[in-house]
């Protein structure tokens, strides 16, 4: 197993937007509390804005030169902090469970490193409870954690 980093081209960007639109819109939906119209609005109105960012940048993630999944990474700086923001790092289910999505991880903290940021952060949904443990286990803290609870 060599996992690797690819820039993909514009084309490929373009083609793979509408579903990582629709992971988005099904992941909001699961675990934001949005209904699915909602949800779909929301990553319709987000998904183009920020694949559009110059500071984003999306991969595809492959395997001995197979494509198994994609990470978008980006640069930020917020109130003069400057980091590497996760958006998205993505293994195609049939290549799960082989500790890919831990490679991946480990290449973004590589490719901040590589341009002198020395913080990555992301945000995941609470339900997402895999990931959640990946990331934990890779040293990540929780900085905040917003809850609610349905009363219907």
Same mark, same amino acid.
């Given at each position: 197993?060599?996992?690797?980093?690819?820039?993909?081209t514009?084309?490929e960007?373009?083609?793979?937007?509408p579903?990582?639109?629709?992971?988005?819109?099904? $992941?909001?939906e699961r675990? *934001?509390?949005?209904?699915?119209?909602? #949800?779909?609005q929301? /990553?319709? &109105?987000?998904?183009? !804005?920020?694949?559009?960012?110059?500071?984003?940048?999306?991969?595809?993630?492959?395997?001995?030169?197979?494509?198994?999944g994609?990470?978008?990474?980006g640069?930020?700086e917020?109130?003069?902090?400057r980091?590497?923001?996760?958006?998205?790092?993505?293994? $195609?289910?049939?290549?799960r *469970?082989?500790?890919?999505?831990?490679? #991946?991880?480990?290449? /973004?903290? &590589?490719?901040?490193? !590589?341009?002198?940021?020395?913080?990555?952060?992301?945000?995941?949904?609470?339900?997402?409870?895999?990931?959640?443990?990946?990331y934990?286990?890779?040293g990540?803290?929780?900085?905040?954690?917003?809850?609610?609870?349905?009363?219907t």
């Open positions: 197993m060599s996992l690797s980093l690819r820039r993909l514009a084309d960007i373009e083609a793979l937007a579903e990582i639109e629709r992971g988005y819109a099904a $992941d909001i675990n *934001g509390g949005l209904s699915a119209a909602a #949800a779909r929301k /990553a319709a &109105e987000d998904t183009p !804005r920020v694949l559009a960012d110059s500071n984003n940048v999306l991969y595809a993630l492959e395997d001995d030169g197979e494509r198994v994609h990470l978008w990474v640069e930020r917020v109130q003069g902090r980091f590497f923001w996760l958006w998205d790092v993505f293994v $195609d289910e049939v290549h *469970g082989r500790g890919l999505g831990r490679l #991946a991880m480990q290449l /973004a903290e &590589e490719e901040a490193r !590589r341009r002198g940021i020395a913080r990555v952060e992301l945000n995941v949904f609470g339900g997402n409870v895999v990931a959640r443990s990946l934990r286990s890779l990540y803290d929780e900085v905040s954690v917003w809850m609610g609870k349905d009363l």
